[in-house]
């Protein structure tokens, strides 16, 4: 399906229309909602308070990645210095990104998915899976496994170099050198809280990304593509889900309309605050009549767990 033949270019042109406004009201939103969360605790410490920051501060976390994602499309900001200076160090700085790199993988996945060269195929093509598989993957993400691994390899890719007798050497300047917005942006907001006289509030920060930021992260993935009808088709209404998110679904597993991923695909250059018009008028004309559009969450984990497990359970 072509989506240029599908809308008059008066459409198409409203559905890309960029606004500056939209676009630092979702950057503020997050940064605010975060800010909330810390204040939260620090007023009332206590464990529920502690519980719904982490919750909070993960669900943020995942919606600064979906924004530099958006930063990165070029289709956050009206202009391309603001989505890459926003996207560099309100976004994907403070959750450990690096931008480029992080488009460079976006980019090939887009370009394949739909065959076998699809950059993340290993996250959704063993699904489904037993409920007692998927558990274990949730329990890795929640005890801070998941949040190891990434920073293995992190470490792996920008503070190693291959010497000449292929050799592999640690590099603290290169680390530096390359991970300075992450770096950088992090003690900035440490910085921010030490200097309110909380800078032990930085520890909910750290301690979301180890665990509830890991498995909004790993479910929001899954729904987009695991378990969709068929996944090694081209075709992003075969390969692709949009998944119908609640109120409490979009500040925990789909921030900033990162639910909307089949619309996504379809119009990469879509902003995420048009998204939702654009599921509108593709359902209007009949376009997502056989997509697969689930429900909710909940109806995606039911899709990803063998069905045998299910009725067993």
Same mark, same amino acid.
């Given at each position: 399906?072509?989506?240029?033949?599908?809308?008059?270019?008066?459409?198409?042109?409203?559905?890309?229309?960029?606004s500056?406004?939209?676009?630092?009201?979702?950057?503020?939103?997050?940064?605010?909602?975060?800010?909330?969360?810390?204040?939260?605790?620090?007023?009332?410490p206590?464990?529920?308070?502690?519980?719904?920051?982490?919750i909070?501060?993960?669900?943020?976390?995942?919606?600064?990645?979906?924004?530099?994602?958006?930063?990165?499309?070029?289709?956050?900001?009206?202009?391309?210095?603001?989505?890459?200076?926003?996207?560099?160090?309100?976004?994907?700085?403070?959750?450990?990104?690096?931008?480029?790199?992080?488009?460079?993988?976006?980019?090939?996945?887009?370009?394949?998915?739909?065959?076998?060269?699809?950059?993340?195929?290993?996250?959704?093509?063993?699904?489904?899976?037993?409920?007692?598989?998927?558990?274990?993957?949730?329990?890795r993400?929640?005890?801070?496994?998941?949040?190891?691994?990434?920073?293995?390899?992190?470490?792996?890719?920008?503070?190693?170099?291959?010497?000449?007798?292929?050799?592999? %050497? !640690?590099?603290?300047?290169? *680390?530096?050198?390359?991970?300075? $917005?992450?770096?950088? /942006?992090?003690?900035? +907001? &440490? =910085?921010?809280?030490? %200097? !309110?006289?909380?800078?032990? *509030?930085?520890?909910?920060?750290? $301690?979301?990304?180890? /665990?509830?930021?890991? +498995? &909004? =992260?790993?479910?929001?993935? !899954?729904?987009?593509?695991?378990?969709?009808?068929?996944?090694?088709?081209?075709?992003?209404?075969?390969?692709?889900?949009?998944?119908?998110?609640?109120?409490?679904?979009?500040?925990?597993?789909?921030?900033?309309?990162?639910?909307?991923h089949?619309?996504?695909?379809?119009?990469?250059?879509?902003?995420?605050?048009?998204?939702?018009?654009?599921?509108?008028?593709?359902?209007?004309?009949?376009?997502?009549?056989?997509a697969?559009?689930?429900?909710?969450?909940?109806?995606?984990?039911?899709?990803?767990?063998?069905?045998?497990?299910?009725?067993?359970?």
């Open positions: 399906m072509r989506i240029h033949d599908q809308f008059s270019k008066i459409e198409l042109q409203q559905l890309l229309a960029r500056d406004a939209q676009a630092w009201l979702a950057v503020l939103t997050s940064w605010v909602l975060v800010a909330l969360a810390f204040a939260l605790v620090a007023l009332w206590n464990t529920l308070t502690i519980l719904l920051a982490l909070v501060i993960g669900g943020r976390q995942l919606g600064f990645g979906a924004l530099m994602h958006e930063c990165g499309h070029g289709s956050l900001f009206a202009t391309k210095g603001l989505n890459s200076w926003v996207g560099k160090w309100l976004c994907a700085g403070p959750v450990m990104y690096r931008i480029d790199d992080y488009m460079v993988r976006h980019l090939l996945h887009h370009r394949t998915v739909g065959t076998a060269e699809d950059p993340d195929l290993s996250r959704y093509q063993a699904y489904p899976v037993t409920r007692a598989s998927l558990r274990r993957k949730l329990i993400d929640l005890t801070g496994r998941t949040t190891m691994k990434f920073l293995r390899d992190l470490l792996k890719a920008n503070a190693t170099i291959e010497t000449e007798d292929g050799q592999r %050497s !640690l590099r603290l300047g290169r *680390l530096f050198s390359r991970m300075r $917005a992450p770096i950088i /942006s992090n003690l900035v +907001l &440490f =910085s921010i809280l030490a %200097s !309110l006289g909380q800078a032990p *509030l930085y520890l909910l920060w750290v $301690a979301a990304y180890f /665990s509830t930021y890991m +498995l &909004f =992260s790993r479910i929001r993935n !899954l729904a987009e593509h695991a378990a969709v009808p068929d996944l090694t088709d081209s075709d992003p209404l075969l390969n692709t889900r949009t998944t119908l998110a609640s109120w409490w679904e979009r500040l925990t597993f789909a921030p900033n309309s990162v639910n909307y089949l619309e996504h695909h379809l119009l990469p250059a879509v902003p995420k605050y048009r998204l939702a018009k654009f599921h509108r008028a593709l359902r209007a004309k009949g376009l997502l009549d056989h697969d559009i689930a429900p909710g969450y909940r109806a995606v984990l039911d899709r990803i767990i063998t069905k045998q497990q299910a009725q067993a359970a």
